[in-house]
């Protein structure tokens, strides 16, 4: 049934009636993107920084606890390349060689 009267005011109401509906869907599905990618970041948020299985043991209290014993091989053709092996109260932690 069509309206009792056309005119103007009735026409820009019912234009603008439209685009508010129009831009309602819009932010609904902008709505649902932002709730999708902050869940997202979230789970992102948790990978990077939640707690982790793996047990480090904190620097200070390795040092501590290392003992580091230092041996000087001279035993060498050069000399004054040295080789110093690095090993504390756990197990060998390296051997570095320089010149």
């Given amino acids: 049934m069509p309206p009792k009267h056309e005119c103007r005011w009735r026409t820009g109401a019912e234009k603008l009636t439209r685009e508010l509906e129009a831009e309602r869907a ?3 599905v902008a709505e649902a993107k932002l ?10 948020e948790k990978r990077l920084f939640g707690r982790t299985t793996e047990r480090v043991v904190p620097v200070d209290r390795e040092l ?3 003992e580091a014993v230092i041996e000087v091989d001279r035993s ?6 040295k080789t110093v092996l690095i ?13």
């Fill in 26 to 28: 819009a932010r609904q």
């Fill in 35 to 44: 709730a999708s990618a902050l869940t997202q970041i979230a789970e992102y």
């Fill in 64 to 66: 501590r606890d290392a």
């Fill in 76 to 81: 060498s053709g050069d000399r004054n390349a």
């Fill in 87 to 99: 090993t504390s109260s756990r197990s060998d932690l390296g051997v570095l060689r320089y010149a």
